[in-house]
């Protein structure tokens, strides 16, 4: 069974950090391409940053750029999103996602990715 559970949200003030942590079991993240997330309320979607799978590219969304850092480690079957200098606006709930991909390029796009874990949520006050 193709499972993904993130963990590492919360409660965090502004200029704050946190890691958030995204573990597969049932395949193994080497043949796929990942991703990142979030969902404000009242928002769609959008995607905050992914790592193809054969080539490595990482993509990410401007608003974060400089900021986060999308990591994964193939012999833990995790990956990671280091977010620094975090913002109000950062606030949403967190979603991992993965794709099968052993070749070519991955669009950082929803639609995409067919498997997700629950997500964790992320809140950024004072």
């Known amino acids: 069974q193709v499972q993904l559970v993130e963990s590492g949200g919360g409660l965090v003030q502004p200029g704050g950090s946190l890691r958030l942590s995204c573990a597969a079991s049932g395949f193994g993240l080497g043949n796929y391409a990942i991703g990142w997330f979030r969902q404000a309320p009242g928002k769609e979607r959008e995607a905050v940053s992914c790592i193809g799978s054969s080539d490595g590219s990482r993509y990410y969304r401007d608003s974060v750029k400089g900021r986060f850092t999308i990591s994964r480690d193939n012999a833990k079957n995790t990956m990671y999103l280091q977010m620094n200098s975090l913002k109000p606006e950062d606030t949403a709930v967190y979603y991992c996602?993965?794709?099968?991909?052993?070749?070519?390029?991955?669009?950082?796009?929803?639609?995409?990715?067919?498997?997700w874990g629950q997500g964790t949520p992320v809140t950024v006050s004072s």
């Open positions: 996602a993965a794709q099968y991909r052993p070749y070519g390029s991955t669009s950082c796009r929803a639609d995409v990715f067919g498997s």
